[in-house]
């Protein structure tokens, strides 16, 4: 079974970065899709971002274009997410998810993404 795991959260001040990090089993090698979705308190969960990951492009939320970004290491067993300049409505569980979308038009979909990592909390105060 494919498992990840979140982390790198933790509390910073509005305009600062932080970086998290989901670290993928072995057998997510094959998973053209990975990314990230975030949930606040009394939100639905919602997606920042996504890499295809055969060819490294990256899709991201207009809530967070040019401020976020996803990368990956060269042997695909660690996904990042860069945030740069955080606000507080960034605050929120961060989750790491991969799956088999059928196709980039519904890779934002929560419900396409068949394993999840456990979470990792940011807090951006201002």
Same mark, same amino acid.
Request: with cysteine.
């Given at each position: ?5 979140? &982390? ?12 998290? &990090?989901?670290?993928? &089993?072995?057998?997510?090698?094959? @998973? #053209? ?15 920042? *971002?996504?890499?295809?990951?055969? #060819? ?5 939320? #207009? ?7 996803? &990368?990956? #290491? ?17 605050? *929120?569980?961060?989750?790491?998810? *991969? ?9 934002? @979909? ?17």
């Amino acid at each position: 079974q494919v498992q990840l795991a979140e &982390s790198g959260g933790g509390s910073v001040e509005a305009g600062g970065s932080l970086r998290l &990090s989901c670290t993928a &089993s072995v057998d997510s090698y094959s @998973i #053209d899709y990975m990314g990230w979705f975030r949930q606040a308190p009394g939100k639905e969960r919602e997606w920042v *971002a996504t890499m295809y990951r055969p #060819d490294g492009t990256t899709y991201y939320a #207009d809530s967070v274009k040019g401020r976020f970004t996803v &990368s990956q #290491d060269r042997a695909k067993t660690t996904l990042y997410l860069q945030m740069d300049n955080l606000k507080p409505e960034d605050t *929120a569980v961060y989750y790491c998810a *991969a799956g088999r979308p059928t196709s980039a038009a519904v890779m934002m @979909i929560a419900t396409a993404y068949r394993y999840w990592g456990q979470g990792t909390q940011l807090t951006v105060s201002s």
